[in-house]
């Protein structure tokens, strides 16, 4: 599950439906009409929070002279692809979209998966010598000449999930569940599967990986353009799953493959064929034993194709080596971990992921939790340690670049919990050096074959937000020109630390805070697997802030179960999803009260989306001394109809432990809700489905507890403005409302 972002694009207008059972305050009324939030909610939800206009995906060219990147204007998500010269800071507008984007179910679908919500322009890969770059739109792509600026369309339309060859002369894409080939210089397709249907795909990433693994890709080239890997996934004994629009009742509902914990999923292989045709070679493991496939990786030099596979309880992890001539794998290496293991960062978010071969074939880097903390290693080539290459108290984040020719690793690492920086290390020992000194959230990228400039993208801590190209002493070399409004409002934030577990705290101030007042205090809250929500980037809580303006103070808490500390602070959830993370945050408000008396702990509404909305349908029942009104967006209320990679990952199968899944269930404590709780969520959601709430609404009609329910259309994300806005807007009255203190009390 991952944390909710803007997504898809909604054709008509929100059209509310509100239900709402006696007894409840408040009534429907009083938190439809819009509050004195209104237009600071409405210029967040038509600036994305102000992001529009940023650049996004920059990338350098082999040859460092020049950065590639997309960009919108600062109210429209349509993206562009752009040049920038860094020498002399003129910007080129390389491809701009033509007509409108057209796409399938299939790429909808695998949109919603990577949380993809753009427009136009939405992604370009650069070739080898970064000459050509293909881009997409839609359905459609075209080929652009970085350098000349010549654009010409890729014949055909239809096309899924496109991949560059590395010498730039190819594309390969899936169309009609089958992979073809394009040849660029001439127009030729040839179609390299066969007998792809609905429910055997070639080329695409399944469900599973798509969504809970990391993984979005179902194809690689080999490097030297001449091989395709391919996935194969079998989801015909996989769970089928209807969603109706309710907006258009004439039309058929879709069907989707849903596994369900507990339920069959995809059954996948892997082979390799000829870029010209032929039959395909599978791929040998023992995909019974370790079903998931995490990663693959092929390298350029000597080292081999290689792939991470995962057992279903995802409690072992093995590092397979694959002979492309024959499909024979070889175990290099195999980690365990009694509650779970984590997949190895993948590196900058453009496909480059570990392991990571040196060159010469002989060894590769590695990352694992070792003693508490993600560290980046050196492996022989047969998969025995060599030795560590962060030192202890560095953790890890990701792999960045390595250059063999200067003998050093870039790296991104958190030396604090809420912040992450640069560095480069040798990899023959030394002290790390610093390269991005500016306190915030870093991250880098760079060109395949480049090493002497890279990208830095920093969320700052002064609440920037910049994209700047460096070279390889960190020095800044030029800035990648934005377009994005500058926001209309100042995060007031105050991080600390609270409770004896020390979690990581921030606290959000109204901007006209009165000291010696007392404030209702909203949690605004996600406390569960694989999401930081205490970060030093106060831009990204600018929706908080627009909330505290209006009378609130708005608190967040990292407990138990969140990522980002220690192994065993994240797997302290093990078998039991709510009860730890609940204590916590009730603990750390509790110790936030006593030391800020401006904090009123009478009166404490919660609020989050996904399993933040899990998260605060829990809370709202079962702690009704502490939280007196919750707003729960998109609840997954039974883990059980939740989906297999994520769910198993913490629970385990239902078969196995029904008891962990009772008691990590919002229906088994239904009965009791005695504040008012109110639920928000799509109706044409495809991964937290409908049908949660459903069953929550139901409980509580069966128990005769009331509650309130804001219907929606569309999915799991929200990113039509006016949606998004009433959304935001219906959340602040809500708890306006029920928290009962419209001006703040004085202390006494």
């Given at each position: 599950?991952?944390?909710?972002s803007?997504?898809?694009r909604?054709r008509?207008?929100?059209?509310r439906?509100v239900?709402?059972l006696?007894?409840?305050?408040?009534?429907?009324a009083?938190?439809?009409a819009?509050?004195?939030?209104g237009?600071?909610?409405a210029?967040l939800?038509a600036?994305r929070?102000?992001t529009?206009?940023?650049p996004r995906?920059?990338?350098?060219?082999?040859?460092g002279?020049?950065?590639?990147?997309l960009r919108s204007?600062?109210?429209?998500?349509?993206?562009?692809?752009?040049?920038?010269?860094p020498?002399?800071?003129?910007q080129?507008?390389l491809?701009?979209?033509?007509?409108?984007d057209?796409?399938s179910?299939?790429e909808?679908a695998r949109?919603?998966?990577a949380?993809m919500s753009?427009t136009?322009?939405?992604d370009f890969?650069?070739?080898d010598n970064?000459?050509?770059a293909?881009?997409?739109q839609?359905?459609r792509?075209m080929q652009v000449g970085v350098?000349?600026?010549k654009?010409s369309?890729?014949?055909g339309?239809?096309?899924i999930?496109p991949r560059?060859s590395?010498?730039?002369?190819h594309?390969?894409?899936?169309r009609?569940?089958d992979?073809?080939?394009v040849?660029?210089a001439?127009g030729?397709?040839?179609r390299?599967?066969?007998?792809?249907t609905e429910t055997?795909?070639?080329g695409?990433?399944e469900f599973a990986a798509?969504?809970?693994l990391?993984?979005?890709?179902?194809?690689w080239?080999s490097?030297?353009?001449q091989?395709i890997?391919y996935e194969?996934?079998?989801m015909?004994?996989?769970?089928?799953?209807?969603?109706?629009?309710?907006?258009?009742?004439a039309?058929?509902p879709v069907?989707f493959r849903y596994p369900?914990?507990?339920?069959?999923?995809?059954?996948?292989?892997?082979g390799?064929?000829?870029?010209?045709?032929?039959?395909?070679r599978?791929v040998g493991?023992?995909s019974t034993?370790?079903?998931?496939?995490?990663?693959?990786?092929?390298?350029?030099?000597?080292?081999?194709?290689?792939?991470?596979?995962?057992n279903?309880?995802?409690?072992?992890?093995?590092?397979?080596?694959v002979?492309p001539a024959t499909g024979r794998t070889t175990?290099l290496?195999s980690?365990h971990?009694?509650?779970?293991?984590?997949?190895?960062p993948?590196?900058d978010g453009r496909g480059?992921s570990l392991p990571?071969?040196?060159?010469d074939g002989s060894?590769?880097l590695?990352?694992?939790?070792?003693?508490?903390?993600?560290q980046?290693e050196?492996h022989?080539?047969?998969g025995?340690?060599d030795r560590?290459i962060t030192?202890?108290?560095?953790?890890?984040?990701?792999?960045d670049?390595?250059?063999?020719?200067a003998?050093?690793?870039t790296?991104?690492a958190n030396?604090?919990r809420?912040?992450t920086?640069?560095?480069?290390?040798?990899?023959h020992?030394?002290?790390p050096?610093?390269l991005?000194?500016?306190?915030?959230?870093?991250?880098a990228?760079f060109?395949d074959g480049g090493?002497?400039?890279?990208?830095?993208?920093l969320s700052g801590?002064?609440?920037?937000?910049t994209t700047t190209?460096r070279d390889?002493?960190?020095?800044?070399?030029a800035?990648?020109?934005a377009v994005a409004?500058?926001?209309?409002?100042?995060p007031?934030i105050?991080?600390?630390?609270?409770?004896t577990?020390?979690?990581d705290?921030?606290?959000i101030?109204p901007?006209g805070?009165?000291?010696?007042?007392?404030y209702?205090v909203?949690l605004s809250?996600?406390a569960?697997?694989?999401?930081?929500q205490?970060?030093d980037?106060?831009?990204q809580?600018?929706e908080s802030q627009?909330?505290a303006d209006?009378g609130f103070?708005?608190?967040s808490?990292?407990?138990?179960?969140?990522?980002g500390r220690?192994?065993?602070?994240?797997r302290?959830?093990?078998?039991n999803?709510?009860d730890?993370p609940?204590?916590d945050?009730?603990?750390g408000?509790?110790?936030?009260g006593?030391?800020?008396r401006e904090?009123?702990?009478?009166h404490?509404?919660?609020?989050g989306w996904?399993?933040?909305?899990?998260f605060?349908?829990?809370a709202t029942?079962r702690?009704?001394?502490?939280?007196?009104a919750g707003?729960?967006?998109a609840?997954p209320a039974d883990?059980?109809?939740?989906?297999?990679a994520?769910t198993?990952?913490y629970?385990?199968?239902?078969?196995a432990?029904l008891?962990?899944y009772r008691?990590?269930?919002?229906l088994?404590?239904?009965q009791?809700?005695s504040r008012?709780l109110?639920?928000?969520h799509g109706?044409?959601?495809d991964n937290v489905?409908?049908?949660n709430t459903?069953?929550m609404?139901?409980a509580?009609i069966?128990?005769g507890?009331p509650?309130?329910?804001?219907?929606?259309?569309?999915?799991?994300?929200?990113?039509d403005p006016?949606?998004?806005?009433?959304?935001?807007d219906?959340?602040?009255a809500f708890?306006?409302?029920?928290l009962?203190?419209?001006?703040?009390?004085?202390?006494?």
């Open positions: 599950m991952l944390p909710p803007p997504g898809h909604f008509r207008l929100m059209r439906l239900l709402s006696p007894g409840v305050l408040p009534t429907a009083a938190y439809a819009p509050t004195a939030g237009q600071c909610y210029d939800a600036t929070n102000f529009l206009g940023l995906h920059a990338q350098p060219t082999p040859d002279r020049a950065v590639l990147f204007n600062p109210r429209d998500t349509t993206l562009h692809l752009w040049r920038l010269d020498a002399t800071g003129t080129t507008e491809a701009r979209p033509t007509g409108t057209s796409l179910v299939e909808k949109r919603e998966r949380r753009m136009g322009i939405t890969a650069l070739s970064g000459q050509t293909l881009v997409s839609g359905d792509l350098t000349t600026g654009l369309d890729v014949p339309h239809g096309w999930a560059l590395p010498d730039g002369t594309v390969a894409a899936v009609d569940n992979i073809q080939v040849t660029l001439t030729q397709t040839r390299l599967t066969h007998g792809g055997l795909t070639h695409l990433a798509a969504e809970e990391a993984r979005p890709d179902g194809l080239w490097p030297d353009g091989t890997l194969e996934a079998d015909s004994g996989v769970e089928k799953h209807y969603i109706a629009d309710p907006q258009h009742p039309a058929q069907e369900r914990a507990g339920t069959a999923n995809a059954r996948i292989r892997l390799l064929v000829a870029r010209d045709g032929g039959p395909t599978w493991w023992d034993a370790f079903p998931y496939l995490a990663r693959a990786v092929w390298p350029k030099g000597q080292g081999p194709l290689t792939l991470v596979v995962l279903r309880a995802q409690t072992e992890e093995r590092l397979l080596s002979d175990t290496l980690e971990d009694p509650a779970w293991i984590n997949i190895s993948s590196g480059r990571r071969w040196l060159p060894g590769f590695w990352a694992a939790e070792r003693n508490g903390h993600w980046l050196l022989h080539a047969d025995t340690l560590a030192p202890p108290g560095l953790p890890f984040v990701s792999l670049d390595v250059d063999p020719g003998g050093t690793v790296i991104t030396p604090e809420t912040r920086v640069i560095y480069r290390l040798s990899l020992g030394g002290a050096v610093l991005t000194p500016e306190s915030g959230l870093h991250a990228t060109a090493h002497t400039r890279f990208i830095d993208s801590a002064d609440g920037s937000a190209l390889a002493s960190g020095q800044v070399l800035t990648v020109p409004e500058t926001p209309t409002l100042t007031h105050e991080y600390t630390r609270a409770g577990r020390d979690m705290a921030m606290i101030r901007a805070f009165k000291p010696g007042q007392r209702p909203v809250v996600y569960g697997p694989g999401y930081k205490v970060l980037a106060p831009r809580y600018l627009c909330m209006h103070i708005v608190v808490l990292d407990g138990r179960g969140t990522p220690d192994h065993d602070w994240e302290a959830i093990k078998n999803l709510i730890l609940l204590q945050q009730i603990d408000l509790v110790a936030l006593k030391r800020y904090l009123d702990l009478d404490v509404g919660v609020h996904s399993f933040g909305g899990y605060t349908a829990m029942i702690r009704p001394d502490i939280f007196k707003v729960a967006g609840p883990f059980a109809d939740y989906d297999t994520y198993e990952r629970l385990g199968t239902p078969q432990d008891d962990g008691a990590s269930n919002v088994t404590y239904a009791s809700l008012p109110l639920i928000m109706l044409t959601d489905y409908f049908e459903m069953k609404t139901q509580f069966a128990a507890r509650y309130n329910l804001l219907l929606l259309p569309g999915t799991h994300m929200l990113t006016t949606l998004r806005a009433h959304v935001d219906a959340r602040e708890l306006a409302a029920t009962k203190a419209p001006a703040p009390a004085t202390l006494n």
